[in-house]
């Protein structure tokens, strides 16, 4: 579907399309008093992380930090090495937290119903608590209503694209709208929000979307959980073209030194697309529901998931961890793809059982983050005078 036919479908009549939260029907208070409860209950109890020994070495080694998200504990979380040498481990909470892009300069983050930029205010050379070396600061926030906001991407002329999950496209920000459709697979008939192949995922190449992950080709609303098993494919944006079929949950795809890797998620399986054969070749075997994926030189860098029973049973991924003994768990792992080995690792305990999405800050050290509601928030002001230099930031020196 090109740009002008996306354009005049979304120019169609608000009437027309338009689908509101009352026209649904309320959700029912107890249900949401009862989110609500457990919301704070996850909140105020503390995770658990432990960590593979020489991980802060090597997060110096290769001058990086990485953060990832929890939709389902409202989390970020920002891992880097301590001035000591210590791991740090920093973390703020973000409603539905999930597709989270950035680097040393600036965070994109999708949240409910909105998209987080986030911009990191600490000049070179200046350290924030004698400890971090970036300060992301909460610059901007545009709402785009509850459209299942999955992965992000920054696009050459500046301009952040997401997977529209809900409404089967992907999307720019709007001005005046919730968003600005700018693309959808062709067996999607039309705009609709009705959530019918599960989109998902989204790799970039040279500053442009160029491939997408779906659960299925299903053109009718939940049409994707009937083929979590093997319906899955990948999507060239640029020709319309399926260039990797019979996929189980696929997530991730990401497009590094001519290869296209994905996380085949409903098997376990970190792996790489085949072009000639339109299909899957499986690398390495992570123990969990994989989810969010950098490629970083020889290593891959996997968000791994507590699976839920209700939602992934009798997938393959249960049989293979039954067959390799293995207990799926929750954390991050370093993956050296020229020997397949896990290198390092970060495992987490507590009141995060699923991780999202994550991407590395290259450049960085030490990161951290301000929220939207916290102190920090209100007393922390940087500015820049005529001549461009920056001040400020005397709340965190």
């Known amino acids: ?7 005049a479908e979304a120019g169609k009549p608000v009437a027309d399309k338009l689908e509101t939260s009352a026209q649904q029907g309320p959700q029912p208070e107890q249900a949401a008093n009862s989110a ?26 290769h001058r990086l930090s990485i953060a990832f998200t929890s939709s389902q504990s409202d ?16 973390e703020r909470f973000f409603e539905r937290a999930m597709g989270i892009v950035g680097n040393r300069n600036r ?8 998209i987080w930029r986030f911009e990191n205010v600490l000049p070179p050379g200046r350290v924030a608590g004698k400890i971090f070396d970036t300060c992301y600061m909460p610059r901007n926030l545009q709402f785009t209503g509850e459209v299942d906001i999955r992965e992000l991407g920054i696009q050459k002329n500046g301009k952040v ?18 968003f600005r459709a700018i693309w959808k697979p062709d067996f999607i008939s039309k705009i609709v929000p009705e959530d019918r192949c599960h989109l998902n995922g989204l790799a970039m190449m040279d500053g442009k979307p160029k491939y997408v992950s779906a659960v299925c080709q299903s053109d009718i609303i939940d049409g994707w959980r009937a083929r979590r098993d093997n319906g899955g494919v990948i999507i ?14 696929p997530h991730s795809p990401r497009w590094v030194n001519g290869r296209l890797w994905v996380l085949n998620s409903g098997t376990g399986y970190l792996g790489y697309v085949n072009f000639e054969t339109k299909s899957f070749v499986p690398h390495t075997f992570c123990p969990g529901f994989a989810r969010g994926l950098a490629i970083l030189g020889d290593y891959a860098i996997v968000g791994l998931s507590r699976a839920r029973r209700e939602r992934f049973e009798g997938l393959e ?81």
């Open 1 to 7: 579907m090109c740009d002008a036919d996306v354009a």
């Open 36 to 61: 609500a409860r457990e919301s704070r209950r996850v909140r105020l109890e503390p995770v658990r992380h432990t960590s593979s020994a020489g991980l802060a070495h090597w997060m110096r080694q």
């Open 75 to 90: 989390r970020v979380c920002m891992v880097g090495a301590e001035p000591g040498g210590e791991l740090s481990f920093h």
């Open 107 to 114: 965070i994109y983050l999708g949240g409910l119903y909105q």
């Open 161 to 178: 694209v997401f997977v529209n999950t809900r409404y089967n496209c992907l999307a720019e920000l709007s001005l005046t709208h919730s």
């Open 236 to 249: 060239d944006v640029e020709t319309n073209e399926v260039v990797c079929q019979g996929l189980s949950l």
């Open 317 to 397: 991924l249960d049989q293979n961890l039954a067959d390799k003994e293995y207990e799926a768990w929750c954390g991050v792992q370093f993956i050296n793809l020229k020997t397949g080995n896990l290198e390092h690792w970060i495992r987490l305990d507590g009141p995060v059982t699923e991780l999202f999405d994550l991407t590395v800050l290259p450049g960085t050290r030490c990161p951290m983050a301000i929220d939207q509601q916290g102190n920090e928030s209100r007393s922390m002001v940087t500015f820049e005078d005529a001549t461009g230099t920056v001040a400020g930031a005397e709340a965190i020196g």
